[in-house]
C-alpha cells in the first residue's frame, strides 16, 4: 500500500459528461501528479501541484483541470467527455520538489465513456 | 527536450536467466531516471533511481541499472528472474530546474516481462 488514495475506483459515464476523479496523498507530501495511461498513448504525464500551486504541465487537454486544496487533496476534473477518454487515472504523489524525488502511485481510477 | 524509448515492447526469458531490458533516452539538462514496475491492475511502484550519484544503482527484488551517459542508455537487469517478476516496467526520464516550469515528466512506452516456467 503505497498510502496514496484514488476515488473512485471505477467510473462510467457518457459521452459530453463531466466527471471529478479525487486524490490523497500520502500524509506530508506537498506534491501531487496527475497521469493518464491508455492502451494506445501509454502513460502520460497530465499535471503536477506543490503545495496548492501549479508546478508542471504535460499533455493535459484544456478539457481537463485540476486543483489542490489547502488539505493537500487533490482533484482532476474532466468535462465534455470522449470515447479516447476512457483510460486508468493515476495520481501520485512525492514529498518535495525535484526531479530526484520517488512518486508513489495510487492505485488508478479507470474511466470508461459510453 | 527529454524522451524515452524503451527498445522492447515485450520480452520473455526463462525462470532463473538472466533479464534485460533496454532505455534509452535523451535530456537537455542533467536528467534523473527511475525505473518503476506495474503489476497487473495495481499502481506503479519504484524499482531504483539515479540522481548523478553512481552510475550503478542497486533497486529493489535484485534488479539493478547502470547509467552509461556516452550511450544515453539506462538499462535494467536483474541476475535471475523470478516467477514473480512477469509485470511491466516503465523507464521515465525527469528534468527539473527551480526555473523551469515546462519541465515534463517522461515515461518510456514500457516493456512487459513475460517468465516463462
Known amino acids: 500500500d503505497s498510502g496514496v488514495t484514488q476515488t473512485p475506483k471505477h467510473l462510467i459515464t457518457a459521452t459530453g459528461q463531466r466527471v471529478t476523479l479525487r486524490c490523497s496523498p500520502r500524509?506530508?507530501?506537498?506534491?501531487v501528479y496527475w497521469y493518464q495511461q491508455s492502451l494506445d498513448q501509454g502513460l502520460q504525464f497530465l499535471i503536477q501541484?506543490?503545495?496548492?500551486?501549479?508546478?508542471a504541465k504535460g499533455n493535459i487537454l484544456e478539457r481537463f483541470s485540476a486543483q489542490q486544496f489547502p488539505d493537500l487533496h487533490s482533484e482532476l476534473n474532466l468535462s465534455s467527455l470522449e470515447l479516447g477518454d476512457s483510460a486508468l487515472y493515476f495520481c501520485?504523489?512525492?514529498?518535495?520538489?525535484?526531479?530526484?524525488?520517488?512518486?508513489?502511485f495510487g492505485p488508478g481510477t479507470r474511466l470508461t465513456v459510453l | 527536450a527529454q524522451s524515452v524509448t524503451q527498445l522492447d515492447s515485450h520480452v520473455s526469458v526463462s525462470e532463473g536467466t538472466p533479464v534485460l531490458l533496454r532505455c534509452n533516452y535523451s535530456s537537455s539538462y542533467s536528467p534523473s531516471l527511475f525505473w518503476y514496475v506495474q503489476h497487473p491492475n495495481k499502481g506503479l511502484q519504484l524499482l531504483l533511481k539515479y540522481t548523478s550519484a553512481a552510475t550503478l544503482v542497486k533497486g529493489i527484488n535484485g534488479f539493478e541499472a547502470e547509467f552509461k551517459k556516452s550511450e544515453t542508455s539506462f538499462h535494467l537487469t536483474k541476475p535471475s528472474a523470478h516467477m514473480s517478476d512477469a509485470a511491466e516496467y516503465f523507464c521515465v526520464v525527469s528534468d527539473w530546474s527551480p526555473m523551469n516550469r515546462d519541465d515534463k515528466i517522461i515515461f518510456g512506452k514500457g516493456t512487459r516481462l513475460h517468465i516463462l516456467p
Open positions: 501541484y506543490y503545495n496548492g500551486e501549479e508546478r
Open positions: 501520485a504523489s512525492s514529498g518535495d520538489l525535484g526531479s530526484y524525488n520517488e512518486q508513489f
Open positions: 500524509s506530508g507530501d506537498l506534491s
